[in-house]
């Protein structure tokens, strides 16, 4: 098991902005890919954002359009750490937001083998 710890969700006004937290813990954090999902109520779970090593040195930041722009990931390998900068938050980015790990990059659930708890993330308008 890969241990994933969210923080930092809460509840905030639009416009405003909030950053999440994942630690990982029981594993070598830096040759894996990590995203950040989120679950609306009544609603599937959805790619938000993942960021991993794309070779030569350097790593890539993927973002789903709806966040493009206004959020931004990042790693920090030493702390084994992933966070998730959310700036400009609108009503509809309320949800529950689940950090991942997996093998590949991708945008898919099913390619995440391990999953935070999840943190609830509120935007008032």
């Known amino acids: 098991q890969v241990p994933l710890v969210e923080s930092g969700g809460g509840l905030v006004q639009a416009g405003g902005s909030l950053r999440l937290s994942c630690a990982a813990s029981?594993?070598?954090?830096?040759?894996?890919?990590m995203g950040w999902f989120r679950q609306a109520p009544g609603k599937e779970r959805e790619f938000v954002a993942a960021?991993?090593?794309?070779?030569?040195?350097?790593?890539?930041?993927d973002y789903a359009d709806s966040v493009k722009g206004r959020f931004t990931i990042s790693r920090d390998n030493a702390k084994n750490t992933v966070y998730l900068q959310m700036n400009s938050l609108k009503p509809e980015d309320t949800a529950v937001y689940y950090c991942?790990?997996?093998?590949?990059?991708?945008?898919?659930?099913?390619?995440?083998?391990?999953w935070g708890q999840g943190t609830q993330v509120t935007v008032s308008s």
């Open positions: 991942a790990l997996g093998p590949v990059r991708s945008w898919s659930v099913h390619d995440y083998d391990y």
């Open positions: 029981g594993r070598t954090f830096s040759s894996y890919n």
């Open positions: 960021v991993g090593y794309s070779g030569s040195r350097t790593y890539y930041a």
